[in-house]
């Protein structure tokens, strides 16, 4: 099959890639520096340069490609999530990239399938009730670029009558594991005795470990994954009380010394919103419709792997 991936040097894309071409698949990806064109090539993918946000020129580089991924964002570094500008970026590449990649797809004709990997903090608080993607979400000024993306894929779907076509949108939980940045840095955080996360310690927080969060990619693709939003997490999500717990016990301390909430707002400032909320998400809808399973079922498996590898 031939692939066309966006954002393919980023966490998810730079692991994605080379299982797509292990697999036996052509992969073009999107790239806007020497740098990644041959990061790419070493991965087996053919870089591909070409403007997210010119449609003409995404329809030459559609033409004969199967699948797209749509992975491209732009995360601001962490001293600099509590600013809405800091956002804005992502949120374009987000938004108007999906818009723009459907709007392209569509003209081509050859692209049968387009999965864009959303995220979980998209639905409301829900306290200790199970929440799946059949629950409205927050649309809200953050919020909005990812709702909107979802939307595009889901018209590329429902542009075909005869439901050929397929868009998936994956809501990731927050990825973790030994690839995932934020991972060590929340570690690092622990070592110094600081347990940084914003919300109600009874508030439950989605996770997923990041090889899980590729497998759901994959299986997305290859297997009949019907058209729809399908929640990525773990099996038994956390509550931020019970990760302090696991963080601690990760490095090797009893307690963690919790930042004050107040404190947290102001460091999350814009986003202090969308990633305080308790979301008790449920990935049962997924399960039902491929034969996807997470290896690392809970938090409690994973940050003991995480503890494992800093140790070795």
Known sequence: ?????TGATGVLGKTLVPKLVA???????MSRTPENDDRLRRAGAHPVQVDLFDVEAL????????AIYHLATKIPPATQIGRRSAWLEND???RDGARNLVEAALAVGTVQTIIYPSFNFLYPSSGNTWLDAQATPVKTATL????????????FAESDPTKQRRGISLRLGSFYGPEAPSSWEMLDYARKGIGALPGARAGYLPQIWLQDAISALLLALTEPVPSGVYDIVDDEPVTRAQMFTLLAHAVGRKRLLVLPDLLMRLMTGAKYADISRSLRISNRLFKAVSSWQPTVPNARIGWDLMAQMQNK
Request: charged share 25%; no cysteine; net charge neutral.
């Open 1 to 5: 099959m031939n692939i066309f991936v």
């Open 144 to 155: 909005s670029s990812t709702v909107e993306a979802e939307e595009a894929v889901a018209r």
């Open 92 to 94: 374009r590449l987000r």
């Open 59 to 66: 329809k030459q580089v559609l033409a004969g490609h199967e």
């Open 23 to 29: 697999a036996g698949h052509t992969v073009s990806a």
